[in-house]
């Protein structure tokens, strides 16, 4: 029986600690696709998952890490053979089966993106589920019937994962892009990605009550944040266009009244990316690679090693985080 290492976090008298471990193959369910990891990524819900009554993890051990990048091992499914390059993300993984930082993984053959010439697992995961999301929500928006030329497209929480490769790629698709943060030091690299306007975080006053219908100002919006920012935000929609709505980093709730929906059609978008149809994950995974690849990935990304994760876990905790973070599993321990 082989072993590999693992980041593992276990839970002890209310309180998770994460360390590295070395497990057998036995930490692994039987069958499916067995998947020798190369790189993961930090996501808000990893760091959720070492936090107590964080609120995503039901069962301790957990080895956390919510995308995972690699080639099969095994597999027993004939649609995937071993040396084939694999992505794995939302579903179970990292909350409630052992997610990326580890040396080993497994998953569905259902739940598995195959990865064509277009991606390495190392840009996979660098897009992960943050990057996903990103893509969805443009996606959606441009489904809907949004075009360049139409007006402003606003982005908040734009330095986060998500918000900062929409702004990327909504940018380099020639939509005219605002990017709201509250990080005046990363006004730089949003001007760098494209954007043609940075302003704050919205609404200014994060006290004042939210007018049902505020001044029409942006053609559509993806708002990475929630409550009053999102009710904020769909209060200065114009009349027919959408918001993709993806965060609730911003609270849960939602203080807003019918209005915009009823006397400018607005429409609210929900962007779920954990239980996205397999189908429809491959199809935008395979756009990921082609029309909807973030011009600027490289200069968005930062590097860690696997065994030194848990600052940068803390860091985006703490909202301090910009862009993505790319996990090096393989050698990384």
């Known amino acids: 029986m082989s072993t590999y290492s693992a980041r593992v976090a276990r839970e002890s008298d209310g309180d998770i600690t994460l360390h590295t471990e070395t497990v057998d193959d036995d930490f692994l369910p039987e069958g499916g696709v067995r998947i020798d990891v190369t790189h993961s990524s930090v996501n808000y819900k990893d760091a959720l998952a070492i936090t107590p009554k964080g609120g995503v993890v039901r069962n301790y051990p957990i080895v956390p890490g919510i995308d995972l990048a690699g080639t099969v091992a095994s597999s027993d499914d004939p649609g995937f053979a071993p040396g084939d390059p694999v992505l794995l993300h939302g579903y179970e993984t990292g909350v409630s089966r052992h997610g990326g930082y580890a040396e080993r993984a497994a998953g569905p053959a259902d739940q598995i993106v195959a990865l064509g010439d277009g991606l390495t697992p190392a840009q996979a995961a660098t897009i992960g589920t943050a990057g996903f999301t990103a893509a969805m929500s443009v ?32 940018a380099g698709l020639g939509y005219e892009v605002v990017a709201s943060t509250g990080k005046s030091h990363a006004h730089d690299l949003l001007t760098e990605l494209g954007a043609a ?38 209060s200065t929609i114009r009349y027919g266009g959408a918001v993709a709505a993806s965060g609730l980093t911003g609270g849960a709730g939602l203080p807003t009244t019918v209005m915009p929906f009823i006397l400018r059609g607005v429409a609210l978008l929900g962007i779920d990316s954990v239980q996205a149809p397999i189908d429809a994950r491959r199809a935008l995974w395979a756009r990921l690679a082609d029309d909807l690849r973030p011009p600027h990935l490289d200069r968005i990304t930062t590097e860690v090693a696997v065994g030194e994760v848990d600052q940068a876990l803390a860091e985006i905790k703490r909202g301090e985080r910009i862009g993505r973070t790319l996990v090096r599993v393989a050698g990384g321990f």
Do not use: F, N
Request: with cysteine.
């Open 139 to 170: 996606a959606a928006l441009v489904d809907r019937g949004l075009r360049p030329g139409d007006g402003k497209v606003l982005v908040t929480g734009a330095t986060g994962g998500v918000g900062i490769v929409a702004v990327d790629l909504l």
């Open 197 to 234: 306007e940075i302003i704050g975080r919205v609404p200014e006053d994060p006290d004042a009550k939210i007018k049902p219908l505020g001044s029409e100002t942006w053609a559509a919006a993806v708002d990475c944040v929630g409550g009053p920012t999102l009710a904020w935000v769909l």
